[in-house]
Antibody, heavy 121, light 110 residues
Framework: QVQLQESGPRLVKPSETLSLTCNVS?????????WAWIRQPPGKGLAWIGS???????YYNPSLKSRVTISFDTSKNQFSLKLDSVTAADTAVYYC??????????????WGQGALVTVSA | QSALTQPASVSGSPGQSITISCTAT?????????VSWYQQHPDKAPKLLIY???IRPSGVSGRFSGSKSGNTASLTISGLQADDEAHYYC??????????FGGGTKLTVL
């Protein structure tokens, strides 16, 4: 059974870069699944950040595309999120997730527990 | 702002059925079958209930069902239980390379 766990700094200063890693066990990043980052500001709804395929193909939310990079580290079976020039509006719980079947990037059935990242000086 | 509109709240009594709608402001939902539904309890990660509009993942109760009519997708929960009290989110592809979530619906079991 696949398990995902987010890790990284929980406090980031405004204008700096938010960096998170998703550690994956029970499933290889080299398989045919899509992997995603999704966030949720406190008390608000879910927002898709972007998805990555084992080939390295990435899809990003157009509203964040200029600031976001999602990448793999297949040697460690991890994938990461970098969000540049953060502001208080980027304060959220960040989830990493995996799609339920190959080639599907529209739905996600395996999720990490989430990591609350606060942007504050 | 989301391109998918959900009612802010719905309620029902134990044993009843309720339906949550998800209406696209454009033709997104109508043009594709990639609508998903999630359940989220407080301080928990979302749980996938429905994908491709109507398919339940293994392990999801048959009390949850999805449907679509035109630009509106719907999630129906039958035989309401206390544990169904949660937030529910729909999602759909916005275009060929983007994904959107609805604003979420809080279900209260009376």
């Amino acid at each position: 059974q696949v398990q995902l766990q987010e890790s990284g700094p929980r406090l980031v200063k405004p204008s700096e870069t938010l960096s998170l890693t998703c550690n994956v066990s029970g499933s290889s990043l080299s398989s045919g699944y899509f992997w995603a980052w999704i966030r949720q500001p406190p008390g608000k709804g879910l927002a898709w950040i972007g998805s990555i395929y084992h080939s390295g193909t990435t899809y990003y939310n157009p509203s964040l595309k200029s600031r976001v990079t999602i990448s793999f580290d297949t040697s460690k079976n991890q994938f990461s999120l970098k969000l540049d020039s953060v502001t208080a509006a980027d304060t959220a719980v960040y989830y990493c997730a995996r799609a339920p079947r190959f080639f599907d990037w529209f739905s996600y059935d395996s999720w990490g527990q989430g990591a609350l990242v606060t942007v504050s000086a | 702002q989301s391109a998918l509109t959900q009612p802010a709240s719905v309620s029902g009594s134990p044993g009843q059925s309720i339906t949550i709608s998800c209406t696209a402001t454009s033709s997104d939902v109508g043009d594709n079958n990639y609508v998903s539904w999630y359940q989220q309890h407080p301080d928990k990660a979302p749980k996938l209930l429905i994908y491709d509009g109507v398919i339940r993942p293994s392990g999801v109760s048959g009390r949850f069902s999805g449907s679509k009519s035109g630009n509106t997708a719907s999630l129906t929960i039958s035989g309401l239980q206390a544990d169904d009290e949660a937030h529910y989110y729909c999602s759909s592809s916005v275009n060929s390379h983007s994904l959107d979530f609805g604003g979420g619906t809080k279900l209260t079991v009376l």
